[in-house]
């Protein structure tokens, strides 16, 4: 995982940001990308996490990101455990977080 900071000279505003790969040949799959990347973020163990189905729906994520076609590139964006999260069908994960 990387983690990104990119501060503003013009603003207060502190943006953080990691980002994961994931694979769907493999078992790091989308969702399992989003949760250690949260994880990483918060600084908690993925168990700690809430459940991201009270978010969005894992498998569909998961079904919809890896059968796309190599014509298509999906992007999903979302809230989850007080992140913006993207995911990029092209096998990344962004997770933000906005700090005044």
Do not use: C, H, K, Q
Not at 67 to 76: F, G, K, M, Q
Not at 85 to 92: D, K, P, Y
């Amino acid at each position: 995982m990387n983690t990104l900071i990119n501060a503003d000279d013009s603003s207060t505003a502190v943006t953080s940001a990691i980002t994961a790969d994931w694979d769907a040949d493999t078992e790091n799959t989308p969702v399992y990308a989003i949760v250690f990347a949260v994880a990483e973020a918060e600084g908690v163990d993925p168990v700690d996490l809430p459940p991201l189905y009270e978010t969005i729906d894992p498998e569909a994520l998961n079904d919809l990101l890896s059968s796309r076609d190599d014509s298509t590139v999906a992007t999903v964006e979302f809230e989850y455990a007080g992140y913006a999260v993207t995911v990029s069908g092209e096998g990344t994960v962004t997770v933000r977080s906005d700090s005044p």
